[in-house]
């Protein structure tokens, strides 16, 4: 990385630490969302693991496969640039559009990748896991009321049978 105040190393370790970064930039968010998914399904299933282990091959695959092909498409478009402290993705070196000294010789477009990153972040953190939280609570909550309802028939079939055993005594 020449040319960027305080940058030790190359262009390629730059790449590397920006795909680094990216990779788990990305694949933290995946788990974090992947967790109440895994709760909402405990719950579904009455916590009984067979019915819901499948869940967690797709989440390890989605977690690591899909960071992995944002962060191919960085590292081959060299849009892994000095930005701040470290590496990361940006179309080039921080400052070289206000530094004449600096060339702004690396990296291609890649709005639209910046946003489908920016936007799928913004959904595992954000979107995804307190919609999960509330289908949850309304699952439980349906549960709760259908067990409410079969109680208290329970209840109305249990004094029913015990007037009618009060009415059967009476009568003999």
């Known amino acids: 990385t020449p040319d960027y105040v305080e940058a030790s ?8 630490q920006g795909f680094i970064y990216s990779m788990c930039s990305m694949t933290v968010p995946t788990y974090y969302g992947s967790l109440s998914l895994q709760a909402f399904m405990g719950i579904k299933n009455n ?3 067979e019915k819901y282990q499948w869940i967690e ?8 496969c899909i960071p992995a092909a944002f962060s191919a498409v960085g590292a ?3 849009n892994f640039n000095p930005n701040g402290s470290g590496c990361s993705i940006a179309k080039a070196p921080h400052g070289c559009e206000t530094d004449p000294d600096v060339p702004c010789k690396r990296g291609g ?3 639209m990748l910046e946003y489908t990153v920016g936007l799928g972040l913004i959904f595992l953190y954000i979107v995804f896991p307190p919609s999960t939280m509330m289908a ?14 079969s109680r208290g028939m329970q209840k109305l079939r249990e004094c029913a049978r015990k007037q009618m055993m009060h009415q059967i005594a009476v009568q003999i």
């Open 76 to 78: 081959v478009t060299n």
């Open 47 to 49: 916590f009984k693991e």
């Open 136 to 149: 949850m609570y309304c699952w439980i909550k349906k549960i709760g009321k259908k067990e409410g309802e």
């Open 57 to 64: 091959n797709p989440v390890h695959l989605a977690a690591w």
């Open 9 to 16: 190393g190359t262009s390629n370790t730059c790449t590397a």
């Open 109 to 111: 477009n890649i709005d």
